[in-house]
């Protein structure tokens, strides 16, 4: 729907918004995103919000992290093999705690990386199409054919949006 | 209260300080710079400096790092641990706990540097094989020590910075001042959209979920820096629970020994109320009476071994040369919080912020006493008859860790949402359609 038209309604109440994304979806009329400033279950719902697939990247880190937790020490120690301590040469023991602590780390670090790419941050430039849906406000923008800007906006009205625009 | 005067009222602390900040943040200064020249007189002039005499190699600086590891441990009990228990009342307190985290990483962090003879090459401790190929020793806790200060301090900042980014897209939309690019820029373009949001959840629920056994790792990894060795008193197997314990103990007292000041300092007393300090307390009297159990297992443990020297090791440590730091311990940290059972002197600011104070001395001596009386009563009845006594040098040094961290700490709170806005608004009951906005509640 590249050449559509985007319009906005905002709404004082994320419960409010979520009853105008509702009725914008039911009648198929085009595109939703909303702008809110905390997450909000009732918006969630409305736009049939599945699981995220930062878990993805989070067990995929840990899995990461947890095989470099003991390939790594076992690597080094069979490159140059050196008994301290009178223990064995691979003790599982010792690096059951680097392996841990990757786990761990890798895990966080893959978590990160995946939020970043499936949010499209960092978008320094970005900015929402109003500030105050930083402070108090919702968002709804909905992108749609220039024939249904008419019906969006009369739905958006109809549910009890304060503010419309293009 | 209503979601803008939230918006208002936390961003109301970003604007320019008064003369009470200045002066804590003047007096920080001048602790750290204390620090810094007593550093850079260690490194020119050599360890001797520091007062360590056989057997004592471990001392001040070693305390200082399990201090501050400590310290950093109740920021990610508050932030992770009560998150996954949905305890709503955490939100108030979670993000100076949280920075606190981060800033008493760096603190530690730097003391094993601080305790080498040749500082400059601290880079040896990375990883990587030396000139001779050889790799770095992984059967050893010290190294253990790297991969767990180092996941903790990035996990903590991820961890903080997460949190932060909402907020931040708050400041850049709302401030107006030079800082605004800065926001722009720390923000990356936060929207607030469904998407992001979607995704934010989930990855702030993986790191709280992380971030719990984490933080249980890392302070028995501390304790193994002791209790792998075969030293009496410190070849214990009750080490890691009683120093995750103890860390979380000490970590609480420091928030409350920072929040008391910040509420009032920054006008917060709204937002972070006598009921969340309760609530602090009530942790920390539970933490207090877990460590007094180990306190009394270790002596139990040291007698029902049957070794003189573990018997010994603890004898002297009540009665020996270290008496005094001894019982300065156990009165800071047993006696004293047994008056936080009392609701009157839990709910009084004023004396849970001497307890808080009384406490953190207490758990420093802890730390001072486990490494020093353990250290100088070792296996050699020859080394018995040593006092070792701090010098000038460790004790600037320790007042300069106190003025970096409290630097750090006071130059986050006046440039960073010391409440977090975004959960503040989270934990606001939603009104049920149609109720005038007028009726909603105060936050949690």
């Known amino acids: 729907m590249a050449e559509g038209v985007e319009i906005l309604g905002i709404y004082d109440r994320a419960t409010t918004a979520a009853v105008g994304v509702r009725a914008v979806l039911k009648e198929g009329l085009g595109e939703v995103i909303t702008y809110s400033p905390v997450p909000d279950r009732a918006l969630d719902q409305a736009l049939h919000v599945t699981l995220s697939p930062v878990r993805l990247f989070v067990l995929i880190g840990g899995l990461l992290g947890c095989a470099t937790g003991f390939i790594f020490p076992i690597y080094t120690v069979l490159d140059w093999p050196l008994i301290t301590g009178g223990k064995p040469l691979i003790s599982i023991p010792p690096f059951v705690v680097i392996a841990f602590e990757l786990t761990i780390l890798f895990a966080s670090l893959g978590g990160m990386a995946g939020f970043l790419l499936l949010s499209r941050l960092p978008r320094v430039t970005g900015r929402p199409p109003d500030a105050r849906f930083t402070d108090n406000m919702t968002g709804i923008s909905v992108t749609c054919a220039p024939e249904q800007a008419a019906a969006v906006r009369a739905c958006l009205a109809r549910t009890g949006a304060s503010e419309i625009r293009e | ?444």
């Not at chain 2, 602790?31 to 020119?44: C, D, H, K, N, T």
């Not at chain 2, 003189?308 to 440590?317: A, I, L, N, S, V």
């Not at chain 2, 860790?401 to 806005?421: E, M, R």
């Open chain 2, 1 to 444: 209260m209503s979601f803008a005067t939230i918006n208002d009222d936390i961003l109301r602390t970003l604007r320019p300080p008064g003369r009470v900040y200045y002066a804590g943040l003047a007096l920080a200064l001048a602790a750290l710079s204390i620090g810094v020249l007593a550093f850079l007189y260690q490194a020119r002039t050599g360890m001797g400096v520091a007062g360590y005499e056989h057997p004592v190699l471990w001392a001040v600086y070693i305390t200082n790092f399990v201090f501050w590891v400590g310290i950093a441990h109740s920021g990610t009990l508050i932030s992770a641990i009560l998150f996954l228990f949905r305890a709503k009342w955490r939100t108030a307190v979670a993000r100076a706990a949280e920075a606190m985290t981060v800033f008493a990483v760096v603190t530690a962090a730097l003391f094993p540097i601080i305790h080498l003879g040749r500082p400059w090459f601290f880079y040896w401790l990375i990883p990587y094989p030396n000139a001779r190929e050889l790799w770095v020793n992984f059967r050893s806790p010290l190294i253990w020590d790297v991969f767990a200060i180092t996941t903790y301090l990035t996990v903590s900042v991820m961890f903080l910075y997460l949190g932060l980014m909402p907020d931040l897209a708050a400041a850049r939309d709302r401030i107006t001042d030079w800082r605004r690019q800065v926001y722009r820029v720390l923000s990356l373009g936060w929207l607030g959209t469904d998407r992001q949001w979607r995704h934010y959840m989930a990855l702030y629920g993986f790191f709280a979920a992380l971030a719990t056994p984490l933080v249980v790792s890392v302070h028995s990894v501390v304790s193994w820096d002791f209790a792998v060795s075969i030293l009496p008193g410190w070849h214990s197997t009750i080490f890691a629970p009683y120093f995750v314990a103890g860390a979380i103990f000490s970590g609480l007292a420091m928030v409350i020994t920072l929040l008391v000041p910040l509420r009032r300092m920054l006008r917060l007393e709204s937002y972070i109320r006598v009921h969340h300090f309760e609530n602090l307390a009530k942790l920390m009297l539970m933490t207090s009476l877990i460590v007094s159990y180990a306190y009394m297992v270790e002596f139990f443990i040291a007698w029902y071994s049957g070794s003189p020297f573990e018997q010994g090791t603890f004898y002297d440590r009540m009665f020996g040369q270290y008496w005094a730091y001894s019982w300065m311990m156990f009165t800071c940290n047993v006696c004293v919080p047994l008056l936080l059972f009392s609701k009157t002197v839990r709910t009084n600011l004023r004396s849970l912020f001497v307890i808080s104070i009384l406490v953190n001395i207490g758990m420093w001596l802890e730390r001072y006493v486990i490494i020093v009386s353990s250290l100088s009563h070792d296996f050699d009845p020859a080394n018995w008859s040593g006092v070792y006594e701090p010098t000038w040098v460790e004790a600037a040094i320790t007042v300069g860790a106190f003025g970096l961290f409290l630097t750090l700490f006071l130059l986050f709170v006046k440039n960073f949402p010391a409440v977090s806005i975004t959960e503040m608004k989270e934990t606001m009951e939603r009104p049920a359609e149609g109720d005038p906005a007028s009726a909603w509640p105060e936050p949690v």
